[in-house]
C-alpha cells in the first residue's frame, strides 16, 4: 500500500491493490466547552461601581467568565477588568469625592454635550493607550446606540477606548463619539442590560447585573388631574425635596433614568437571563459617583449571596 499525503497536509490519498481510495475527511474539531459563565453588566452611572464588587466576589469564589457584555458604565467595568487594569480603576473610584468628579468634568459649551470628556478619556489612555479588543483574553462586547438610525451596535474590535467611550456616552451630558462615520452614544438608550449580547455568542449560562431592580414605583401609571393637587396618600413629597431645584444636568440624568428603567423591564421580560444579581442601589443617585467604597461594598454582597446557587447552575450545565 502506498501513501501520498496532500500538499495541505489535511487528507492522505492511499492506492490499494492499484485502485485510488477516496480519503477520509478529518473528524470535526470537538466543541469547546464552556465552563464558565457570561456577565451582562448593566448601565447605570455611579451604580455602576458595583459592578466592581460583583467581579471581586466572582474571582474570591473562583467563578469563571467566559465573555462579557457590557453597556455604558458596565463596558467600561468590564473592559477595565479583561485588560487586567480592574485594581487601577477601583482605586480610581475610591479615590473620588464631590470635588474631584466635577474636576473631571470638562465644560464644553457649545458642543454637543455638555462635556466634553477628555479629562476622564486622559485618565483612562495612562492605563490603556493601545489596547484592543483583540489584546483581551475573552471576549468583551460594547453596546452603543447610533444616534442616526437608532440602531443598536455591537463593538467588539478595535480600540478599547473608544468603544468603552461610545458605549458610556450619556446623551447630552457627553458628546458623542464618532466610529466609521457612525455617530454613537450611550448604549443604555437600546439595550440596558445587554443579555440579548450573550444569548447571541451562544453562551449556556448567561448572568445578569441590573442596577435598576431597586428602583420601585417607576413602572406606575397614574390617573391624574390638572385641576386639583394629588392627595396626600397619593404623592408624597418631602418639604427639602419640593423645594430644591432639580437643575438641568439632573432633569437629563433623571430622564435618562426612566427610560433605563423601562427599557430594561421589557428587554429582560423578553429574553430574561438565567440568573440576575440584584444589587440595592436605589438610594445611589445616578451622578453619585463619590461613593465608590458603599457601592462596590453592595455589589460585593449581593454577589456573595448568589454564589451558592450559581455554583449549583453551574453543576447542572458541566
Given at each position: 500500500?502506498?501513501?501520498?499525503?496532500?500538499?495541505?497536509?489535511?487528507?492522505?490519498?492511499?492506492?490499494?491493490?492499484?485502485?485510488?481510495?477516496?480519503?477520509?475527511?478529518?473528524?470535526?474539531?470537538?466543541?469547546?466547552?464552556?465552563?464558565?459563565?457570561?456577565?451582562?453588566?448593566?448601565?447605570?452611572?455611579?451604580?455602576g461601581w458595583a459592578?466592581?464588587?460583583?467581579?471581586?466576589?466572582?474571582?474570591?469564589?473562583?467563578?469563571?467568565?467566559?465573555?462579557?457584555?457590557?453597556?455604558?458604565?458596565?463596558?467600561?467595568?468590564?473592559?477595565?477588568?479583561?485588560?487586567?487594569?480592574?485594581?487601577?480603576?477601583?482605586?480610581?473610584?475610591?479615590?473620588?469625592?464631590?470635588?474631584?468628579?466635577?474636576?473631571?468634568?470638562?465644560?464644553?459649551?457649545?458642543?454637543s454635550g455638555l462635556?466634553?470628556?477628555?479629562?476622564?478619556?486622559?485618565?483612562?489612555?495612562?492605563?490603556?493607550?493601545?489596547?484592543?479588543?483583540?489584546?483581551?483574553?475573552?471576549?468583551?462586547?460594547?453596546?452603543?446606540?447610533?444616534?442616526?438610525?437608532?440602531?443598536?451596535?455591537?463593538?467588539?474590535?478595535?480600540?478599547?477606548?473608544?468603544?468603552?467611550?461610545?458605549?458610556?456616552?450619556?446623551?447630552?451630558?457627553?458628546?458623542?463619539?464618532?466610529?466609521?462615520?457612525?455617530?454613537?452614544?450611550?448604549?443604555?438608550?437600546?439595550?440596558?442590560?445587554?443579555?440579548?449580547?450573550?444569548?447571541?455568542?451562544?453562551?449556556?449560562?448567561?448572568?445578569?447585573?441590573?442596577?435598576?431592580?431597586?428602583?420601585?414605583?417607576?413602572a406606575a401609571v397614574?390617573?391624574?388631574?390638572?385641576?386639583?393637587?394629588?392627595?396626600?396618600?397619593?404623592?408624597?413629597?418631602?418639604?427639602?425635596?419640593?423645594?430644591?431645584?432639580?437643575?438641568?444636568?439632573?432633569?437629563?440624568?433623571?430622564?435618562?433614568?426612566?427610560?433605563?428603567?423601562?427599557?430594561?423591564?421589557?428587554?429582560?421580560?423578553?429574553?430574561?437571563?438565567?440568573?440576575?444579581?440584584?444589587?440595592?442601589?436605589?438610594?445611589?443617585?445616578?451622578?453619585?459617583?463619590?461613593?465608590?467604597?458603599?457601592?462596590?461594598?453592595?455589589?460585593?454582597?449581593?454577589?456573595?449571596?448568589?454564589?451558592?446557587?450559581?455554583?449549583?447552575?453551574?453543576?447542572?450545565?458541566?
Amino acid at each position: 500500500m502506498l501513501e501520498w499525503a496532500s500538499l495541505r497536509g489535511r487528507y492522505e490519498m492511499r492506492v490499494t491493490n492499484g485502485f485510488p481510495v477516496e480519503p477520509e475527511p478529518p473528524a470535526p474539531a470537538p466543541a469547546l466547552k464552556k465552563s464558565g459563565i457570561a456577565l451582562a453588566l448593566g448601565g447605570g452611572a455611579a451604580r455602576g461601581w458595583a459592578h466592581i464588587g460583583v467581579l471581586r466576589a466572582l474571582e474570591e469564589a473562583g467563578i469563571q467568565i467566559d465573555m462579557i457584555a457590557g453597556t455604558s458604565i458596565g463596558a467600561l467595568v468590564g473592559g477595565c477588568y479583561l485588560a487586567g487594569k480592574l485594581d487601577e480603576l477601583e482605586a480610581f473610584a475610591r479615590s473620588l469625592t464631590r470635588r474631584r468628579v466635577f474636576g473631571l468634568l470638562d465644560l464644553h459649551i457649545g458642543g454637543s454635550g455638555l462635556f466634553g470628556g477628555m479629562k476622564l478619556d486622559a485618565r483612562m489612555r495612562q492605563h490603556l493607550e493601545g489596547v484592543t479588543f483583540a489584546d483581551l483574553p475573552k471576549p468583551l462586547v460594547c453596546v452603543a446606540s447610533e444616534l442616526r438610525t437608532g440602531h443598536e451596535i455591537w463593538l467588539s474590535s478595535g480600540s478599547l477606548i473608544t468603544a468603552m467611550r461610545a458605549s458610556y456616552a450619556l446623551p447630552g451630558v457627553f458628546e458623542p463619539v464618532t466610529v466609521n462615520r457612525r455617530v454613537l452614544v450611550d448604549g443604555a438608550l437600546v439595550n440596558p442590560v445587554p443579555v440579548s449580547v450573550c444569548r447571541a455568542y451562544e453562551q449556556r449560562l448567561v448572568v445578569a447585573v441590573n442596577l435598576h431592580y431597586d428602583l420601585f414605583g417607576r413602572a406606575a401609571v397614574i390617573k391624574h388631574s390638572a385641576d386639583s393637587p394629588p392627595d396626600d396618600q397619593e404623592l408624597v413629597v418631602k418639604k427639602d425635596e419640593r423645594e430644591q431645584r432639580i437643575g438641568i444636568m439632573g432633569v437629563m440624568v433623571e430622564a435618562f433614568n426612566i427610560i433605563q428603567d423601562r427599557i430594561s423591564r421589557a428587554r429582560l421580560a423578553g429574553d430574561p437571563p438565567d440568573m440576575s444579581l440584584h444589587p440595592r442601589l436605589g438610594h445611589i443617585g445616578l451622578s453619585e459617583f463619590h461613593r465608590a467604597d458603599e457601592t462596590i461594598q453592595l455589589g460585593y454582597e449581593a454577589t456573595r449571596a448568589n454564589i451558592g446557587e450559581l455554583q449549583r447552575l453551574q453543576a447542572v450545565l458541566a
